[in-house]
Nanobody
Framework: VQLQASGGGLVQAGGSLRLSCAAS????????MGWFRQAPGTERNFVAS?????????SYSQSAQGRFSISRDNAKNAVYLQMDSLKPEDTAVYFC?????????????????WGRGTLVTVSS
């Protein structure tokens, strides 16, 4: 499966962005999906995950909880990350990833395919 993240850009603090992750080559509906981010000089950190099929189970990092929302559209083979109330510390490259199973958590080893990432820059 190939994953392509898009929707990043420059936004002022307090603004919103919606990231998209388009999958191709294989269906993702039977797998959990996740979003991670990586700021310069730091490790890749978990942002959010959503369970397989209907995505009834979601999980968020403490920093994303209450501001970000992950969703999926299996008909479009896509996953989304709605980001509201953005802060300068949200600045990073955001990656989508396909889980190895139906439900996943915050560990990178729980994911087997990664997209190229999209840059989000939040100005103060």
């Amino acid at each position: 499966v190939q994953l392509q993240a898009s929707g990043g850009g420059l936004v002022q603090a307090g603004g919103s962005l919606r990231l998209s992750c388009a999958a191709s080559g294989s269906t993702i509906e039977n797998f959990a999906m996740g979003w991670f981010r990586q700021a310069p000089g730091t490790e890749r950190n978990f942002v959010a995950s959503i369970s397989w099929m209907g995505g009834t189970t979601t999980s968020y990092s403490q920093s994303a909880q209450g501001r970000f929302s992950i969703s999926r559209d299996n008909a479009k083979n896509a996953v989304y990350l709605q980001m509201d109330s953005l802060k300068p510390e949200d600045t990073a490259v955001y990656f989508c990833a396909k889980g190895r199973s139906r439900r996943t958590g915050p560990r990178t080893y729980e994911y087997d395919y990664w997209g190229r990432g999209t840059l989000v820059t939040v100005s103060s």
